[in-house]
């Protein structure tokens, strides 16, 4: 009893931050202990490690850090009902589709504001061969959307194609919760080469990303995702 006690008396020492998991005995630790511990997973194992502090926190290659995961992260929540949810989670197994989705994606882009490199769709199944053209109409908010329906390797006619776009329009990477549109369009048949989908009017074309991916399903609760090929709209 003495044991635990002395336990107990380091917990509340240690701060909000840390936390034992699944009990005294057998349990892990998350988060930081004191100045000198951090408990972590590591490829779904439960790890310590030496608590190592940045030499320059706000260092550019942090900020650069910083930046690639706060677009990925806004993006993420951005799609995460139409896009995150329904075609990440079911590939993502200790993690979540969001998380997933924001490890994936940190590592790609190049910046705060690098959309071209963003995967909004990401899988093994073949996706669409190029994007012809992507264009948007400020009089009427239309944009259009053009790929190639060439079948490479693996893919079919009838694959369903999923166009993802996002509005960069109001997004800034300086606030502290930035905003990004985005609108979603689905059953289009890879076949049909050309969709188009309604943003509001007025907005500037090259604010404008388009992602085109496709999917296959292959039961209720299996699906085949291809990976999505990005462009900056055109007038």
């Known amino acids: 009893m003495k044991r635990l006690k002395r336990i107990g008396v ?3 020492n240690v701060g909000r931050n840390f936390a034992l998991q699944g009990g005294v005995y057998g349990g892990h630790f998350t988060g930081q202990l004191g100045k000198s511990v951090v408990g972590a997973t590591w490829k779904d194992k439960k790890t310590l490690r030496t608590y ?3 030499t320059n926190p706000n260092s550019s290659a942090q900020q650069s850090v910083r930046g690639k995961f706060k677009l990925s992260q806004v993006a993420g929540s951005s799609l995460l009902e139409t896009v995150v949810k329904p075609y990440w989670n079911p590939f993502a197994n200790s993690q979540s589709g969001f998380n997933r989705f924001i490890g994936i994606n940190s590592q790609r882009v190049s910046s705060s504001i690098d959309f071209i490199s963003l995967l909004a769709l990401s899988g093994s199944y073949e996706g669409v061969a190029s994007i012809i053209s992507a264009t948007y109409a400020t009089g009427t908010g239309i944009v259009s959307v053009q790929w ?4 490479q390797n693996i893919g079919n006619d009838d694959d369903e194609v999923i166009i993802i776009i996002l509005d960069t329009t109001d997004y800034d990477p300086a606030e502290k919760t ?5 609108y979603y369009s689905k059953n289009t048949r890879r076949s049909e080469e050309y969709e188009t989908v309604n ?28 990976t ?8």
């Open 228 to 235: 999505t090929l990005s462009q900056a709209c055109a007038v």
């Open 148 to 151: 190639s329906p060439t079948i």
């Open 52 to 54: 190592a502090k940045p």
């Open 199 to 226: 943003l509001k009017t007025g907005l500037t074309a090259s604010d404008i990303y388009v992602y085109v991916g496709t999917k296959q399903p292959v039961s209720d609760k299996v699906l085949k995702i291809g």
């Open 178 to 182: 930035p905003i990004l549109l985005s």
């Open 10 to 12: 380091l917990f509340d």
